[in-house]
């Protein structure tokens, strides 16, 4: 197999046969000529069903995620909820409690009332006891890792050997890492997820989302779910995406060395109570990190004296943008707890209101740096 780079140029993307074409097109569609009645022209009839230009998208991104079948969706919170189809009322959730809130907002106001059951332990019980929290009715275990937003690391490898000794799936969230620093398939996961709006678009341009499997059944299974609820990316949406994975591996690189020097200024402040950031040694999950990623990541949380402090701070940067989402080449600075995750302000698990989160860009470290000091100061 070829390496990383070459595949997230070339996967899925040979010259178009007729033109030439370097670029995948754009095939603005929605339906197909047949041949005649059930002929069709390289299994193309409508394309909610099927599109070359996002089939061209699905196999270049399961084949970085090591997958043998991949599904492209019109949002992340699209493939969440396509795969929450796989999990029948009655059946269980169980899932790392520091989750992305939009996904805790679907679990819990959406389909609790519905009677699915969803329990929530923490990162460190996920690593040291996730079996006592699983029985014969849990269907998935669904993860993050690192977690949204307070970079939690969950070891997917334990965890998928404690969700397959009951039979259950285990789903990991690889938003934050990508598939360049972490591929879940590969440490025993059966799907991963994506919000393809973060690093595999990579501009802030675009909303998208991705799920894959090497699972046969449970690709089946995605793919009659993927057609018959119809939450499918545009094929202009899906060529952004292709597009954003031709530089991911360059990106990511940027994003991780620009977030070391940021952790740098972080840990030596006078104004910052502590960093979160799986690259530390003295995180929590750091071994861990170390073990099942390439690099850390570019996502950086802190803490500051109370929540005043916090909203003060994000108000005063001119580099760092205050914005929800994060993944994109512009540095994004926002408090989870108002923003992102104003959904769990409810939950036992709430996210603390004196928290910032940075989405570290792939502008000049020394501007970004010199940036966040100024309204740290």
């Known amino acids: 197999m070829t390496e990383f ?129 699983l029985d014969e009715q849990t269907r998935i275990v669904w993860l993050e890792s690192p977690t949204n937003p307070l970079l939690n690391v969950v070891d997917i490898a334990a965890a998928a050997r404690a969700a397959h000794e009951v039979g259950a799936l285990v789903v990991v969230d690889n938003t934050f890492a990508s598939p360049y620093l972490q591929r879940p398939l590969e440490l025993g996961a059966d799907v991963v997820v994506h919000s393809t709006t973060k690093y595999l678009g990579g501009h802030s341009d675009l909303v998208g989302g991705f799920a894959a499997t090497s699972d046969a059944a449970v690709a089946e299974r995605l793919g009659f779910l993927q057609n018959g609820l119809g939450a499918v990316p545009g094929p202009l949406d899906a060529w952004l995406v292709l597009r954003g994975l031709k530089t991911l591996a360059v990106r990511m690189r940027q994003h991780c060395a620009n977030a070391r020097a940021v952790v740098e200024l972080l840990e030596g402040h006078p104004a910052v109570q502590r960093v979160l950031w799986p690259g530390l040694a003295g995180h929590p999950g750091h071994d861990i990190a170390a073990r099942q990623m390439d690099d850390f990541g570019g996502m950086v949380s802190f803490l500051v004296e109370g929540e005043r402090r916090a909203l003060d701070l ?45 989405s570290v860009g792939i502008e000049a470290a020394d501007d970004l740096v010199a940036d966040l000091a100024g309204a740290l100061d």
């Open 314 to 358: 994000v108000a005063k940067t001119r580099i760092w943008s205050l914005a929800e989402s994060l993944g994109g080449v512009e540095s994004l600075i926002e408090t989870p707890a108002q923003m992102t995750h104003a959904s769990t302000a409810d939950a036992p698990f709430a996210t603390p209101p004196n928290l910032v989160r940075l």
């Open 5 to 133: 780079e070459t595949r997230a140029i070339h996967e899925g993307q040979e010259p178009d046969p007729s033109t030439g074409a370097v670029a995948v097109p754009i095939y603005q569609t929605s339906t197909y000529v047949q041949e005649a009645v059930g002929q069709l022209k390289q299994g193309y009839d409508y394309s909610r069903t099927a599109n070359p230009t996002r089939r061209a998208l699905e196999r270049c991104l399961a084949s970085l995620e090591s997958a043998d079948h991949g599904f492209a969706f019109a949002s992340g919170m699209a493939a969440t909820t396509t795969i929450m189809h796989l999990v029948d009322p009655g059946q269980r959730v169980v899932s790392v409690n520091d989750v992305y809130g939009g996904t805790y907002r679907l679990f819990s106001k959406v389909y609790a009332p519905k009677g699915y059951d969803f329990t929530y332990v923490s990162a460190e019980q996920t690593n040291t006891g996730l079996a006592a929290h």
